[in-house]
Structures are given as C-alpha cells and as structure tokens.
C-alpha cells in the first residue's frame, strides 16, 4: 500500500479514444450542392459526424467551410442532398429549429449582445428551453421565477465550467476577445447542445488563449459528451483535438479522415502550399 | 449567548464543540458556489467536521500523522484541519501554486500520510510525485471534475468519506461520544499546525505551532481589537501562510466569527465587494493595487466626477485622519467630511468591498505613506502590524489612534522585545513557536535556551515606544565608504511610486548604490495610452525613453529624501536600470509569497549588475524564463542604464549611526 497506483495513466486511455467507427452516427451529409447563383460555394459534398467525436472541417479561404456550418445548422437551404440528423432525413430546417434538435454554435465573428452581462447572454441560450409564455413572465413571481431559478443553477455550471465567474456581471462588449469567445461558447453549451458547431473558435487569439481555449473544447467533448463539429484555420490545433478532419476546397471535398492521414494526402498538400487549378 | 468566549477550551477543537453550543445558528462559514453564498452555521460545521474526521478514522488514521493541505480557500479544507486536529493528528498547509518538486520535498519532510487536495490540478500534483512519498496514503479531494475516470483505490473525495462517517454513526452513536472523548483528552501544549516558511534563503522550515501558541494570541487579538461573533472576514490569502491560518482559522474559531471563502482567486474583489467584511487582512500590494486601479478608473472618468473626487479626497486629507484618531474638528469641516461620505467616500469604500470595515490589517512589507494615509483618510482603520510563522503572527500591532506610517505599533500583549547588540529585533512571547520540525540546528540558531526568538530584521524602538523595522538584518550592509546600505529601505521608498512595482537595490561592499527597476504595467500602461504611447509587450515599453525618463525623475526624487535623512545619507542611487522582464515567482526570482530573492536575482543577472558598475550605458541580455504551464523560453535585448543625481546629505548627526 505504499505508493499510489498511478491513476491518471489510466483515465486517457480508457475514454475519448474510442474508434470512431464503432460510434453511432449523429449526422449525415449525402451529396449536398449549394450555389449562390453561378457560384457552387458546395458542391457535391458527402460526410458524416459521429456521436462524442471531434469532427474538423478545414481548407483554404473560401473553401466553403462556413457555409458547410450554415447548412448543417438550417441557415442555408441545400439546393441537392440529404441531411440526416440524428436518424431523421430533412432537406430544410429553420435556425431556430436546428437548436431546438439539439445543434448549437458560435460564430467566427463574435455574435454576442454587447450590452448584455456574460450572465444575460448566456441565459439567452437558455430561451427555446424556457416554458413559460409571455404572460407569466411579466407576472414574474410563481412559476416563472421558479423555472429561472432552474436555468440559473445550470448556467451557473456553465459559468463555472469554463471558468468566467469573474466576469459574470461584466458586459460584454468590455471584455478581451478572447474571453467573449469564451462566453459565446457558453451560451452555447447553456442549450446543452447534441451537435455543437465552433466556427473558428480560436481566430485572433494569441497562444495563451488559444490554450485555455483548445482545454475547454476537449473538456465539453470528454465530460460533457458533446459531439463537436469545429472550423479552424490552425493546423496544430486541429491535428491535437479532432478525431477526423475532412479538408474542402472550393466547394469539394479533397480528403477525409484522422489528422494523420489527412496531413499526409497530396491534394491537401496541394491546397494548402498553392497549386495552379 | 451574551457569553463570552472564553475558556472555551485550550485546543481547537474543543472550542469548535463549545461554539456549536453556544453560536449554533450563528454563521460560521459562507462560500459562494454556483454565484450563489451558501452558509454554513457553527452547528453544522461541527457536524461536518465530526463526519469528516470519523471518515478518517475509517481509513485507519492514527493520533501524530501528519496531513498535507493543499488548495485555495475552501470550507471544506479549514474542515479537514480541525478533523485531522480532532484525532490528534497534525495539518500541514501548503501553497497551493508551488509546482510538484517544490511540493515534494515539503511533503516528504513532513513525512506525510494523507492529502487533502482541492481539485483535479493538485490531484494531479500530488501523484506525479507520490513515487517519492512512501509514507503517502491517501488522497481526498473537494471539486470532483475531471477525476471521475481516475483510480479511486487511494483517492477519495471529501464528501464520500464524510459520507462514511455519517454512516458509520449512524449504525453506531457511541462513535460520535469516543470521537469528543477522544479529543477531551488533548493538552495546549500538543502541536496544532506545521507551517513550513517560505523561505528566502535555503530549504523551507516546518515552524511547529501548539494550541497554545495559536489559541492564547487568537484570543488576545480578538480582545486587542474588540472582535466578537458579529465579525465578518475573508479567506483568500493562502491557508499555508500563517496569517490566513490566524485570521480564517484560529480566530475565528476563538471569537465564533464567520468565514467567507470567495468563489476563485478572481473574483475576490467582486466577493469582497458583496460580503463586506469588518474585518480583513490585505498585504500593502492589495492595497497599493486598489488606490492604482481607482486612480486609474477616475482619470477615465468624466470631469464632474474627477472634480469633485479630487476636491473631496483634499478635505479627507485635512480632516479624515483626525476624525479617525478622535480628534477635534470644526463643525464646518465635519459637515463638508460627512457630505463628502455622501458622495465620494461611502462609493468609494462600497466599490472596493470596505463599507462595514472595522478593523484592516496590513503588513508583510512597508506600505507607502500615501496609500497608508488615503485609506484611513476614507474613515478606514487601517493598521499595521509586525510578525512572522514564528510568533503565531502578532509581536507588535498599532492601537487604534496611535497609527504612524513608518512604524509598525508596540508590542502585543504578552510580548516581550528587545534589541540585540547587531540592530536585530528579538522576542518572546506565548505565541512563539515549539521547534522547527525534524531540524533542532536551525531552532537552536532561532530560539535561545530562555525563548528569545531572532527574527532577523533590523530595527529599532523610536521615542513614541513604537517598533520601526528598518530591513532584513543579514542584508544591511555597508558601502566601501563605510555608509549604512539599507536596500529594502531604499527599495521601498521607490516601490512607493504607482509607476514602480519591484525594486532591487545593490551596493553592499560596492563603491555606491544601483538598482533594478520594475515598471507596473497597470500604471505605466495606462500612462503610456494616454499619452499615444504604442508599447508590444512590457519588454518594449520598458525600454521606452520616455519611461526612463520618468522612472529617473522617481529615482531622482528618492535621492532627495535620502539626503535628508543622516543614517540613510550615504546610499543614494547612484546608477539604475530598468529591467526586461517582470520578476516572477515561476523563475524563481521571488518567493511565493512575492518577495525579492535577493542572492538568486544577484547571481541570475551577474552581468547587468557588472554593467551597472563597470560605466558602461547598454548592455545586451539573454534571460530563460518559465512559462505558467512549466515550459521555458527567453527573452533578450538591450538594457540601458542611466545615471542619477547624488544631493549632499544634510550634516550628520551621528546619534543613530549604532542602531542598525
């Protein structure tokens, strides 16, 4: 009994390595096109998320990598493909639908209610959720207020969770960019989100944030379970978190597969160092 | 329950099973958890207390082992001191930011056999090491996140062995009887707590403090300043250090006043700010941040405000301090004081957490006249006192209405001082420590065979029978001149301007005196903005002629006052620099508790000193420093160094030459 058996070894391996292959898929993408006029931004593009995995979508500007999140979450109407999302086919969706199915996201422009304090924009992500109308929220006292009290406690655990109780009463738009981007990512997670959809969430951090930030993301992956479909132009980055990375450019899918893979595929190579098309 | 609390008991825990008698609803710890303050009173505490400690009696705890504390202010930490006291066993507090081989060597030393740990970092800590720690059995831990998939085979979170002493007196009541007989038997005289010393030279030293050591000054405190239950204080310095163990623990415990523990080491200003503590502890840091911060925040502010900030903080100048010392004051002026109050002080105190303050401690380091005099100027008793892990804290405090910035207050009661023929301040007191754990060499240097304690500072009793502690009494020294080269003392003087944050002097056996200086980047920062200064990182705005210039006009300053003043005269600043880095604990350059390492800074920075004396004005320097996630770099660049102006010291007197 003399030493402590060497606990934390154990804990990496035994979760979060699981292959991706023997996971149930969360949401399928079959042959989706989507044009703006003569400009295919997708074309032809098939690919699927697991359940609890990191999924990275990645490629050069203009590749169409946002709007990949815009369609997966309703924003943008596919005009040719199949969505399936958690066994359920759709071909459109309203945004505010798509939380309501359990798919949130942050934006790569921070999207957040300047004037609002950390802990108003993220109660915010908490609205679908909230079941009360209108009438008992003006009446505020009774069932009202009790339910705010339920979604309080949980945004509190989220607050708590990624580390802002410092900022909690602080507006926003007073706050270092890198810490809204931490509250975006809070509000959410508030939705307790199946699918969460992370639009550069490290664009325009420097290498502290970008650490704290790359934490919180395997923290929400491994303890909360969420699956985790994320956009990021840093390489490193992407090779640490993501389980598989599917590489666009101009609108096709080039390479699918695990960081290693990937980063070995000429097409890849290609894309990134600048070959003429 | 006008009863007072006295001879509650002579050990801690006896007094924690007389307060859940006699304050039983009375609060006696709050944390804010989830933004929301959760209380506890002295009856549950004691339950807690009792579940925990019958816990470890389960995991075969036995009478004499000793338990390392690791973490920061958190209830269930100051819980697991009086269980582990309760069985007889021994707390050991330990910084919570020291890394893994700092820990180890306190951890070993201590030959400790349980961890109480606060999170999954020092879960992590503590077993990176435990292969060096055979003694080591357990570990308990408070937040469970992220250790839910770790072996729980030696690893136990708090609230699962409480849970087992629950049970366990549950099926069985006579557990919780033998568990208060159990410590009935406890004499005074047995050691409550090992506090190991920071340590500025050499390896830290276990102090080893007994019950009657911590509980006689607790309750001389408490009666020094009037303190009862009513009082309200805040935990947030680190348990390892004595003065949180006095404040938080030791007499809280004796007064059955109410602990609060902030929700991180972040929000302390926000907690601070909703508790309102009366009384509270802060080292002159905190209180020379706050006054840089509101300063800063007012030169943003709109002309109205600033105006009337400005005029209003003049007449609390004039009148604030009297006021506080209970002098006479026109009418007229206690009208215009107390509209002030209206306005600007009442906010003012509001906004930094001090509205029901009735008593604030600082110490640790000299604090700048001017801060010292803004804060009691408010209507904010502030004082100061002298002490160290040694004394149990207290050898001199100030009494309320004889307050004086440059000393430290008389000596506390029951305590004896004198000064030896070196200039070095020596004591005795109930409060003064049993031995030095595991290291008799090092109590015999400290302690004399009749409990005379050294404690290594430099000072001298001033004509109003108050102590002024001049520096540490192994670093005066002298200049080849044979001046007197006091460099905390000169150090200070320049930590005093806002622009400045560290400061280390050199001149012992040196022809003249020089300085390293640190710009606070808060102030300078802000300066710099304002005057459409673009700076990249501290390094470049360091380096900035502007910023020389300002920190030469400080330096320039200081030389002026020491000129005035005839023991001091002869150690002006001749030369200075102003460094490219920050001095940082993480490199080793300060302690954890953030004071200069003097030898180590020497011998890091041999070169720059070397350029300071050699007359050269550049010099170009390559320094490793160490990231917070344990990796390293460098940094380099060119350092200048300038000139000062040395004044003609004022004739000398002589009469104070012997003292230091």
């Known amino acids: 009994m003399s030493v402590i058996e060497k606990a934390a070894d154990i804990t990496a391996s035994s979760i979060g390595l699981q292959k991706a292959e023997e996971r149930e898929t969360l949401l399928d993408l079959a042959n989706v096109s989507l044009s703006f006029g003569g400009v295919k931004a997708i074309n032809n593009i098939s690919f699927d998320i697991k359940r609890g995995e990191v999924r ?59 004037g609002m304090s950390t802990l108003d924009n993220i109660m915010a992500g908490r609205t679908t959720r909230m079941k009360r109308n209108m009438f008992w929220q003006i009446l505020y006292y009774g069932p009202a207020q009790r339910e705010e009290i339920a979604h309080r406690r949980k945004v509190e655990e989220i607050i708590d969770f990624l580390e802002i109780a410092h900022i ?75 389980d598989r990375v599917v590489v666009l450019d101009y609108g096709r899918k080039i390479a699918d597969g695990s960081p290693e893979e990937v980063q070995k595929n000429q097409d890849v190579i290609d894309a990134y160092l600048g070959v003429s098309h | 329950m006008a009863q007072k609390p006295v001879n509650f008991g002579d050990t801690f825990p006896k007094v924690l099973l007389a307060n859940a008698t006699v304050f039983k609803d009375k609060p006696a710890m709050r944390e804010k958890d989830l933004g929301i303050w959760i209380t506890w009173n002295w009856g549950e505490v004691l339950e807690e207390v009792r579940a925990l400690s019958i816990g470890l009696q389960h995991l075969k705890f036995r009478s004499g082992e000793k338990v390392a504390i690791v973490g920061a202010n958190r209830p269930q ?190 929000t302390v200003l926000a907690d601070r700010k909703e508790i309102a503590p009366t009384y509270l502890f802060a080292p002159p840091r905190v209180f020379e941040g706050l006054l840089t911060h509101i300063q800063v925040r007012m030169e943003d502010a709109g002309p109205t405000k600033r105006a009337l900030f400005h005029y209003f903080l003049k007449v609390a100048e004039r009148v604030g301090e009297r006021l506080l010392n209970g002098e006479k004051v026109k009418l007229s002026e206690r009208l215009l004081y107390a509209l002030g109050e209206f306005c600007i002080y009442g906010p003012l105190k509001n906004q930094m957490g001090f509205s029901r303050l009735k008593v604030g401690y600082t110490a640790g380091e000299a604090i700048g006249p001017e801060i010292f005099k803004f804060y009691r100027s408010l209507g904010l008793n502030l004082k100061q006192l002298y002490g160290q892990t040694e004394s149990s ?73 108050h102590l002024k502690i001049i520096d540490r009494a192994k670093d005066v020294g002298r200049l080849t001149s044979g001046a007197l080269f006091a460099p905390k003392y000169i150090e200070n003087k320049l930590k005093f301007f806002a622009n400045i ?143 000062a102006n040395i004044y003609a010291a004022k004739p000398l007197s002589g009469q104070l030459e012997d003292a230091a």
Not at chain 1, 66 to 75: E, K, Q
Not at chain 1, 214 to 225: A, P, T, Y
Not at chain 2, 229 to 239: G, K
Not at chain 2, 547 to 560: F, K, L, P, S, T
Request: hydrophobic letters at 40%; glycine letters at 8%; proline letters at 4%.
């Open chain 1, 56 to 114: 990275a979508i990645i490629g050069p500007n203009g590749a169409g990598k946002t709007s990949m999140l815009n369609v997966i979450n309703g924003f943008y109407q596919p005009q040719e493909g199949v969505i399936t999302f958690r066994g359920s086919q759709r071909r459109s969706m309203k945004p505010h639908l798509a939380v309501s199915h359990g798919i949130a996201r942050t934006f790569q422009n921070v999207a957040l209610f300047k």
């Open chain 2, 77 to 266: 930490l100051y819980w697991s001191i009086a269980a582990v006291q309760a069985l007889g066993g021994v707390p050991v507090p330990i910084y919570a930011d020291s890394v893994a081989e700092e820990m180890v060597y306190v951890l070993e030393h201590a030959d400790v056999s349980v961890a109480v740990v606060e999170d999954q970092e020092q879960v992590d800590k503590v077993l990176e090491i435990s292969d060096q720690l055979p003694k080591l059995k357990h570990i308990l831990y408070d937040d469970p996140r992220g250790l839910r998939d770790y072996d729980h085979g030696h690893l136990h979170a708090i609230t699962d062995i409480q849970g087992i002493g629950r049970a366990l007196i549950q099926e069985n009541p006579m557990l919780s009887t033998n568990w208060e007989a159990g410590f009935a038997g406890q004499s005074g005289a047995d050691v409550a707590v090992m506090l190991y010393t920071s340590g500025t030279t050499g390896r830290p030293k276990g102090v080893m403090l007994t019950y009657d050591n911590l509980v006689v000054s607790a309750r001389n405190a408490n009666a020094f300043d009037g303190l009862d239950s009513s009082e309200d204080t805040l935990a947030y310095l680190p348990m390892a250090w004595v003065g949180d163990h006095v404040f938080s623990y030791a007499q809280a415990l004796c007064a059955g006043y109410c602990v609060n523990c902030p929700e991180g080491a972040e």
């Open chain 2, 501 to 643: 944050k560290e400061v280390v002097a050199f001149g012992d056996q040196r022809g003249f005196a020089t300085a390293f200086i640190n710009i606070d980047l808060t102030s300078v920062g802000n300066w710099a903005e304002r005057n459409n200064i673009a700076y990249a990182s501290y390094q470049e705005l360091a380096a900035h002629p502007d910023v020389y210039e300002m920190i030469g006009a400080h330096v320039d300053q200081v030389n002026r006052d020491l000129a005035e003043e005839s023991l001091m005269s002869g150690a002006q600043i001749k030369r200075f620099l102003i460094l490219h880095k920050e001095l940082d604990a993480d490199d080793g350059e300060l302690t954890r508790t953030q004071k200069v390492r003097r030898k180590f800074i020497a011998e890091r920075y041999a070169p720059l000193i070397e350029a300071l004396y050699d007359g050269s004005t550049r010099k170009h320097v390559v320094t490793t420093v160490t990231f917070e996630d344990g990796r390293s770099g460098s940094v380099e660049g060119n350092v200048e160094i300038r000139d």
């Open chain 1, 168 to 242: 909690r009463s602080t507006p926003v738009g007073k706050l270092p960019y890198g810490l809204q981007k931490r509250v975006e990512l809070a509000r959410a997670l508030a939705m307790e989100p199946d699918l969460l959809l992370l639009d550069e969430p490290m664009a325009g951090m420097n290498l502290e944030e970008k650490e704290d930030m790359s934490r919180f993301i395997i923290d929400v992956n491994e303890q909360l379970g969420t699956t985790i479909a994320l956009i990021e132009h840093d390489i490193g980055v992407v090779m640490d978190l993501s």
């Open chain 2, 393 to 465: 804290v207290f050898i001199t405090l100030q009494p309320d209405g004889e307050i004086y910035s440059d000393t430290v207050g008389v000596p506390f009661t029951g305590v004896e001082i004198k000064i030896a023929e070196n200039g070095e301040v020596i004591y005795r007191s109930p409060g003064s420590f049993k031995a030095y754990y595991k290291n008799e060499e090092a109590t015999r240097e400290t302690k004399d065979a009749e409990g005379w304690v050294h404690t290594g500072d430099a000072g001298m009793f001033l004509e109003n029978g």
